[in-house]
């Protein structure tokens, strides 16, 4: 496994927010990599995918692994071949995959008021899925009348879980 340091000198760092980048092989994400250590990548383009990376890694090292995952592909729209917001990426995946892991025959329902629901800020794709949430489809039928694939669907109820939105029985 290669080390991955974050540099620590940089303005926007304090020592009471030192950012520790998470560990883990970053091999199949980098091209070439001569030595045992890579500098992480945060002192990037501009200060906004900075901050980004440094949201990334703050989410990943609190396990929050659907906030790395945002954060991450935020990153890598702007830069593909981003060896660490790939490997955040595919680690927040196989996590939230192992986390949030649904049965095909499991029935949401929707468990929030009208109230809740409208203050809760969804996005087009967690919207269109509430509705279709009627406490009689099951998740595989869910994914068929969505068109969403299998992650696709898990990441977005796995969102509203944990919004307090809906419960999976």
Do not use: W
């Not at 250590?37 to 890694?57: D, G, P, S, W, Y």
């Not at 990441?155 to 919004?163: E, I, M, V």
């Amino acid at each position: 496994m290669m080390a991955v340091d974050t540099p620590t000198d940089s303005p926007a760092m304090t020592d009471d927010d030192e950012i520790k980048t998470p560990r883990f092989d970053l091999a199949p994400y980098a091209r070439s990599v001569s030595t045992g250590a890579i500098k992480a990548a945060v002192a990037l383009e501009n200060e906004e995918t900075r901050e980004c990376a440094i949201r990334m890694f703050k989410n990943f090292n609190a396990e929050d692994y659907l906030l790395t995952l945002d954060a991450a592909e935020e990153l890598l729209a702007d830069n593909p071949r981003h060896a660490l917001a790939n490997a955040c990426a595919h680690e927040s995946r196989s996590r939230i995959e192992r986390d949030y892991a649904l049965s095909p025959a499991a029935v949401p329902c929707v468990i929030a008021t009208p109230a809740e629901l409208g203050a809760a800020h969804l996005d087009h794709r967690e919207g269109f899925l509430l509705s279709l949430v009627d406490g009689v489809l099951a998740v595989e039928q869910l994914s068929d009348v969505s068109g969403m694939s299998g992650f696709d669907l898990l990441r977005t109820f796995a969102k509203l879980r944990r919004l307090g939105l809906v419960r999976i029985d």
